[in-house]
């Protein structure tokens, strides 16, 4: 995936130069607005799967840059959800669990983080979502309860008509702040407890950062790429299909049709033979 404009979807890394403050900005518009399509995302949750595909990415470009994370917003009882896939790269994709029960479950009241360490394992970690709580709020309560880090951040998503604008921004204290650049920072972020006065088409992530470490000496550490990609594949379809009973694959293989293998997330379909089935047992 390579970087090629400004206008393309893509996320900020900076650091103070006192080493006070981490940022991180984002502009995810195409991003969001290709997983709204290929989800065909209801009115009713469009901006809120928005807003969590925004705030994954900022969250794996702030926790863990080089590993895959996951967000997923529930209905209570998980009768629904919502879900974002950040990887590394900026590969993002986005998923609606069970669209069917949204109408009926209420509103989203869990948020679930979960990110791969590098010696494999999961982290993970859960925070309820008061009524009437947006993301941003879920969000920074799940950096200062789960991960112990003292977090402030908005995410946005304006939808007008096809036109979507999305963003937002994460502001990390390290442990080397001090009393007076926190004062300032506390004080500008006031004027950013949201993003959707900045949300026009000309949304920048450049002039955010500059916004919020004005007069800030600061170092931009690095620009990632950011866009709606799937890493489904023919070999993972594969692969799943080798998991199953044998007795049940041959069950296909005599049933002597092409199976046809959507992924929920792009959409894309895949076609298996017989053949290819007969070749999963003979490899069993």
């Not at 940022?23 to 009713?44: D, F, N, W």
């Amino acid at each position: 995936m390579s970087f090629e404009h400004e206008s393309d979807d893509h996320a900020i890394r900076a650091i103070t130069d006192d080493a006070s403050f981490r940022v991180i900005v984002a502009r995810t518009t195409k991003t969001v607005q290709g997983i709204l399509k290929a989800q065909e995302a209801p009115a009713s949750v469009a901006s809120s799967l928005g807003d969590l595909l925004t705030a994954t990415v900022l969250f794996r470009e702030t926790m863990s840059p080089g590993l895959r994370v996951q967000g997923i917003l529930s209905t209570q009882g998980g009768g629904a959800s919502l879900v974002a896939d950040s990887a590394p790269e900026g590969r993002t994709r986005g998923l609606i669990q069970n669209r069917a029960a949204l109408a009926s479950t209420g509103p989203f009241d869990t948020l679930r983080m979960m990110r791969t360490l590098h010696n494999g394992s999961i982290n993970q970690g859960t925070v309820h979502i008061d009524a009437g709580g947006s993301t941003t709020q879920a969000m920074m309560a799940y950096m200062q309860n789960s991960e112990q880090v003292d977090t402030m951040l908005a995410v946005g998503t304006r939808i007008t008509g096809d036109s979507v604008v999305a963003g937002g921004y994460m502001v990390q204290l390290l442990p080397e702040v001090g009393k007076a650049p926190l004062a300032v920072m506390a004080e500008r972020l006031e004027d950013f407890r949201t993003i959707d006065h900045l949300l026009t088409p000309g949304f920048s992530p450049e002039e955010l950062l500059n916004e919020l470490l004005y007069r800030m000496p600061h170092t931009r550490l690095e620009t990632t790429p950011i866009a709606f990609e799937c890493w489904c594949s023919e070999s993972r379809v594969l692969g799943a299909l080798a998991t199953l009973p044998r007795e049940e694959i041959q069950s296909m293989i005599d049933d002597g049709q092409v199976l046809e293998i959507g992924c929920d997330y792009c959409r894309k379909e895949y076609r298996v033979q017989p053949t290819t089935l007969v070749g999963l047992i003979q490899q069993s």
